[in-house]
């Protein structure tokens, strides 16, 4: 379950304002590294990770739907091919593949 702590103080390089998302494993704790997600103005999409948040990737609404259906239908996991956890096709769209 994501972590939704709400906003926080900008930080240098960051937009100011954003909620963060932390995307994290059902019942992680501790500081990561995780990645955290922010809807901006514009349809900016902000992405970091939470051991160098003043490192910020910035995309578009559209650009980032386009990645969620991508790894809901299966079109990244030859990268994680042979790492603990993730099994051949667990959480595959149907039809994927």
Do not use: C
């Amino acid at each position: 379950m994501p972590d939704t702590s709400g906003q926080e103080p900008p930080r240098p390089g960051s937009p100011a304002g954003l909620d963060w998302v932390r995307a994290a494993p059902e019942g992680a704790e501790g500081p990561g590294p995780w990645i955290e997600i922010a809807f901006g103005e514009d349809d900016a999409v902000h992405l970091r990770e939470t051991g160098d948040p003043e490192n910020v990737v910035t995309t578009t609404r559209k650009k980032w739907d386009a990645f969620v259906l991508g790894v809901r239908a299966g079109e990244f996991d030859h990268f994680v091919e042979g790492v603990e956890g993730f099994g051949g096709g667990e959480g595959r769209a149907e039809g994927a593949g």
